[in-house]
DNA sequence: AATATTTTTTATCACATGGTAAAATTTTTT
DNA sequence: AAAAAATTTTACCATGTGATAAAAAATATT
């Protein structure tokens, strides 16, 4: 399942959308990438409006009017940015298993989402920027697909704790924690580097941090 | 204890100081407020980078020449908005209880960052913004002063650890996630209104979320 | 009330930034 | 190899943004 952000946005937003559907070239696959990585890094650092052209650019290796020819404008390179950042992240909640006990279910998640923290920590970063602006652009597609997918899960969680298998919590904020916990180490990493010296990429503070965040959540939460 | 980051930044960073330290009429004290607020928000929402000071002056009801009468560059409006807020950030964690059971010291703890999340969301955004830039202006900040105050708290919670008070788990990561946890409402927070129509301001869903986080950790935690 | 001081406004400025047009170059197709 | 298409570069431009100088207005001091 695709998000398809830059389908549902209303059509005076962009022109993104022939743009990335037309056939790509060979040097047009290579180039639009660049430029998406680019953007993430410098989006992930300043936001939508603090991020400019120019470093996008200079990070891509190429001319402002050369990444112009490739996305027509700023909201265009964060359109795409966002969107493939959302599809992962998102990606990452749909991969929830559908079966198992609840300390499967949550440890594995939890792995998940520790995962995409260290491997994807500029997309964490792009979000958690776009959640600061108060969400521009998001607002409508959380309040939609997410929504929907948190309440099939929240209806989940509540089920075991009807059926008695786990403690009696809150769905929503236990769900709340976890990102809270997992998009801590990629959000904050620059504050985390400086207290431990480490980030998760650092293969023993990766198994160290999620092992402490498994065990208290699994801990906080089984009966 | 103040942390007084304006004093301790290089000369050639700021005239901020003795800008601040001269006796202040009565406008000057009321439109520096105004100028602080003004900009708490603004760079809560932009970050450094994509904060303006156009935006400021307006949301502070002065003119831009007026306003920078007061604050003589965006750097030194910046400047004085994160002293404000880490300062506040710092003596939350320093209010940590010296005396008490480790339940009674993790719960006030968590109380106090939940306290501090709904009172000064803005706050605790500029400071997310600032980490997310990198914490170009905090690093040093945070590599001294909360280092310290970190390494203390840690080794108190080691102590209980060995004291066989509390289950083994590593207590910088305990931290983080109790830092995780109560910040994600602040920093999120148009994110989890969107998901649930509510903020810590509903003073029902800030019970709930204080409560569930709380037992999570501590049942997660407490032998 | 007159004077000195502080605050606000008006008028600018230089540089940054998003974006465009058109020519030059490179790549692909025929 | 020539023609067509795609890509890159050069040269700009309008607006946004941080910042200043100096005059005008308001406030405080004598």
Redo the contacts with the bound molecule.
């Keep these: 399942m695709m998000l398809r952000l830059i389908s549902k946005l209303p059509d005076n937003y962009t022109n993104l959308r022939e743009f990335m559907q037309k056939k ?5 696959i ?2 639009q990438q660049k430029v998406l990585d680019a953007g993430t890094e410098i989006f992930a650092k300043y936001g939508f ?1 603090g ?6 650019a200079e990070l891509a290796g ?9 996305f ?6 964060y359109l795409a940015v966002l969107e493939q950042t959302l599809n992962k992240w998102m990606q990452n909640l749909m991969e929830w298993q559908v079966t198992g006990t609840p300390e499967e279910i949550i440890s594995n998640y939890i792995d998940k989402k520790f995962e995409f923290s260290r491997d994807h920590a500029d997309g964490s970063r792009v979000f958690a920027n776009e959640i600061l602006e108060g969400a521009p652009i998001l607002k409508t597609l959380l309040g939609e697909d997410l929504k929907r997918l948190v309440g099939e899960k929240t209806r989940v969680i509540k089920g075991w704790v009807k059926e008695g298998l786990i403690k009696p919590i809150d769905p929503i904020h236990l769900i709340f924690m976890i990102w809270a916990v997992t998009q801590h180490y990629a959000d904050f990493s620059a504050q985390i580097e400086t207290l431990t010296g480490k980030t998760l990429d650092d293969d023993k503070f990766y198994k160290q941090a999620k092992k402490t965040a498994t065990q208290i959540i699994l801990d906080g939460v089984l009966k």
Excluded: V
């Excluded at 790509?24 to 047009?28: A, C, E, F, L, P």
């Excluded at 027509?72 to 390179?77: F, H």
């Design positions: 790509r070239s060979r040097i047009q290579i180039n409006r991020g400019t052209i120019d470093q996008i190429m001319s402002k009017p050369n990444l112009l020819y490739y027509k404008s700023k909201k265009d390179i």
